[in-house]
């Protein structure tokens, strides 16, 4: 996969998940879309990512495509977690494809 084609997927599947929040936020009953709830846990993630990867790829023991390639399979799980959510929430009867 060139870094393009990564950053077009990322984009798409981003975009997914982005549809799945705004659907939670209007669930009265789902606090974590709180901004602060947001703010902290987004910093503490990017933190711990970052530093995390950059020691594996600098130690040798992933690529930066394979770092790529499982990005994107995080993606699809967290896409796929909203789906199930939402349809649960609807009560199972609903058919619902976020990317």
Known sequence: ???AEF???YIRLGHAIQTGVAMEMHEPSVHATEPKHLRTGLDCVMAD???LTRL???KGVITEAEYFEAILDGLRREIEAYEARIRARMGGH???HLG
Do not use: K, P
Request: hydrophobic share 45%; net charge negative.
């Open 49 to 51: 990512l970052g530093s």
């Open 7 to 9: 950053q077009a997927e």
């Open 1 to 3: 996969m060139t870094v």
């Open 94 to 96: 609903t058919s619902i």
């Open 56 to 58: 594996l790829v600098q």
